[in-house]
């Protein structure tokens, strides 16, 4: 079991504006409906932990956390970054 870096995608209820995007340099946020979706290449669990730990201390509504699987000849979802 390794830390490999892994492209998440973490689904919020709102729209965050550009304050709060400001925690979360490492992601590409995305408006779908009334949510946020930021997605984006996390180097380790560790980081994972301390994204969620930013969601809480933020207020926001976490509503899900969803590992993205990318293929090697397939683009990634969009919104993430290269």
Same mark, same amino acid.
Not at 6 to 19: A, E, F, K, M, S
């Given at each position: 079991?390794? +830390? +490999? ?5 973490? &689904?919020?209820?709102?729209? *965050?504006?550009? $304050? ?15 949510? $946020?979706? *930021? $997605?984006?290449?996390?180097? +380790? $669990? ?11 201390? *933020?207020? *926001?509504?976490?509503?899900?956390? &969803? &590992?993205?699987?990318? &293929? ?11």
């Amino acid at each position: 079991m390794g +830390d +490999d870096p892994v492209l998440y995608q973490i &689904r919020v209820d709102g729209h *965050l504006g550009p $304050t709060l995007l400001t925690a979360f340099p490492a992601l590409v946020p995305e408006q779908q409906g009334a949510e $946020t979706v *930021l $997605t984006g290449l996390l180097p +380790d $669990t560790a980081a994972l932990f301390g994204v969620l730990s930013e969601i809480e201390a *933020l207020g *926001l509504d976490l509503l899900e956390v &969803r &590992r993205v699987s990318v &293929r090697p000849n397939h683009p990634p979802p969009k919104g993430d970054a290269p």
